[in-house]
């Protein structure tokens, strides 16, 4: 199963694509097809078909694509360094 990652989209006519019932990201209609094995994403996508999979399919956002990558960056946790400094 695809997790939500940050990616970069390698071919400049590529849009994100992301399921809407589980919020995951694709890269690209293409990548949705091969990843889940449905192969009408970009019908749905585009507006030609409701659902592909039993599943709902759209272009992604910027700003959701924004808050994916910052979801995907791993976090600092400061409080441990805090207490272990030097006295």
């Known amino acids: 199963k ?12 590529a849009k994100p694509v992301i399921c ?10 293409s990548e949705a097809e091969r990843m889940t094995g449905f192969r009408d994403v970009h019908k749905v ?6 659902t592909c999979g039993g599943k709902h399919w759209r272009f992604a956002t910027t700003e959701e694509i924004k808050k994916a990558a910052q979801k995907s960056e791993p976090q600092r946790d400061v409080g441990w360094e ?4 030097p006295a």
Not at 45 to 50: D, F, K, L, P
């Open 82 to 85: 805090a207490e272990n400094q």
């Open 45 to 50: 996508c585009h507006g030609h078909s409701q």
């Open 2 to 13: 695809p997790e939500n990652r940050a990616f970069v989209v390698s071919d400049s006519h």
């Open 20 to 29: 809407v019932e589980t919020g995951t990201f694709y890269s690209s209609q």
